[in-house]
């Protein structure tokens, strides 16, 4: 089982910035993990954020947030640095990691396809 434990999360101005933090533990991190950050806004569908290969390190990211948030990866820690942050920002924030997916599987996943998730971290933006 995989354990994955988000932090980082709080509030924040129009314009500032964020760091947020997951620690993976359990079962060890192998070849073909892709993992990646999720956000869900109240009333809101489920949005990919941004996902790394642990293999490659290629990173993907969703539309909205290219430019201004970085995903990186260090041994069993995933990060994500959030610059230049917009109320548009504001939601809950999960870590992700999805199993048996090679670098092609990664280019695609939708967040319906991660296998294991954390219990989440709240990122508030405010105008």
């Known amino acids: 089982q995989v354990q994955l434990v988000e932090s980082g999360g709080g509030s924040v101005q129009a314009g500032g910035s964020l760091g947020l933090s997951c620690a993976a533990s359990?079962?060890?991190?192998?070849?073909?993990?892709?993992m990646g950050w999720v956000r869900q806004a109240p009333g809101k569908e489920r949005e990919g954020v941004a996902r790394?290969?642990?293999?490659?390190?290629t990173v993907y990211y969703g539309d909205s947030v290219k430019g201004r948030f970085t995903i990186s990866r260090d041994k069993n820690m995933l990060y994500l640095q959030m610059n230049s942050l917009e109320p548009e920002d504001t939601a809950m924030y999960y870590c992700a990691a999805a199993y048996w997916a090679p670098v092609l599987r990664c280019s695609t996943l939708t967040p319906d396809q991660y296998n294991y998730w954390g219990q989440g971290t709240q990122v508030t933006v405010s105008s």
């Open positions: 790394i290969h642990t293999d490659t390190g």
């Open positions: 359990g079962y060890t991190i192998r070849s073909d993990v892709c």
